[in-house]
């Protein structure tokens, strides 16, 4: 996993490469007529307070910069950021050696490390207790069934068709949601209903789907050990140990070989 972003060199690098790659030689006389016959040609961009092409470039490889350096801004001094720049620019003598640097990156990075997961073992703490406490006053709530594995459920409109069984396929429209309210995934968003098997999904999709009959919009509460678990989604919207909340509508059960579940997206397990 990458714990915190390689800044400044890969970004330049590859902003000037781009730009490198462009500047091809081509014969004096072809390019003459190039631009002569050839109105596409782009013009510099006009935007307020860059005026110039090399204010644009330099604007545009600042903001990658930037947003590269964003995660760690609380670790660093822009000063001496700049500092270090000043000194490579003009070939001066930098104040550490290319040995003291690689040491103090890799010490860096130990230390990154180690935070990120103790944040990460902080945030599954914290989601632990903040799940159970929220599913207790949930359960109790009107309306709002617990199952023996803990999965929670409402009925919003329950359907008269078949109810899957574990090996089916389906074809569902839902959100997925945190305890926060925040979406994290939509096929409504995408206005695309998914297909998927039941085998491929966590276990409190797979059980909660085969609660619906064809037809039913359930919504469902599944703790963090019937969803992603301590791990969550790494790098991704859910964290260690949450707990989740979707909205589910069951539109069909798939006929074998109607579709590829392979290829499907959906709340895989």
């Known amino acids: 996993m990458k714990l915190f972003p390689k800044i400044a060199m890969p970004v330049l690098a590859a902003s000037l490469a781009f730009a490198v790659g462009a500047c091809k030689p081509i014969d004096k006389d072809a390019a003459t007529a190039d631009k002569k016959d050839d109105k596409s040609a782009p013009a510099t961009t006009k935007i307020a307070g860059l005026e110039t092409e090399k204010e644009q470039v330099s604007y545009m490889i600042g903001m990658d910069l930037g947003k590269s350096m964003k995660p760690i801004k609380d670790e660093i001094d822009m000063d001496t950021v700049m500092k270090a720049v000043d000194t490579v620019f003009a070939d001066g003598k930098p104040l550490m050696t290319e040995e003291q640097a690689q040491q103090i990156g890799q010490a860096f990075g130990q230390r990154m490390q180690a935070k990120k997961l103790a944040d990460m073992q902080q945030q599954a703490k914290n989601n632990v207790s903040e799940g159970a406490t929220f599913l207790a006053a949930n359960g109790k709530k009107p309306g709002v069934k617990t199952t023996p594995s803990g999965l929670q459920y409402q009925v919003l409109t329950e359907g008269k068709g078949p109810k899957p069984v574990a090996s089916d396929t389906v074809r569902v429209h839902y959100k997925g949601a945190l305890l926060d309210g925040k979406t994290f995934d939509s096929s409504y968003d995408r206005s695309q209903p998914v297909v998927f098997s039941l ?56 006929k074998p070989g109607a579709a590829d579940p392979a290829a499907a997206a959906g709340p895989a397990g």
């Open 199 to 254: 085998e491929q999904v966590v276990p409190g999709w797979k059980e909660g789907i085969q609660l619906m009959p064809v037809g039913s919009k359930y919504k469902l509460w599944i703790p963090s050990k019937l969803g992603y678990g301590e791990a969550g989604t790494p790098g991704g919207p859910i964290g260690p140990n949450a707990t989740l909340v979707f909205d589910v509508e069951l539109l069909e059960i798939m």
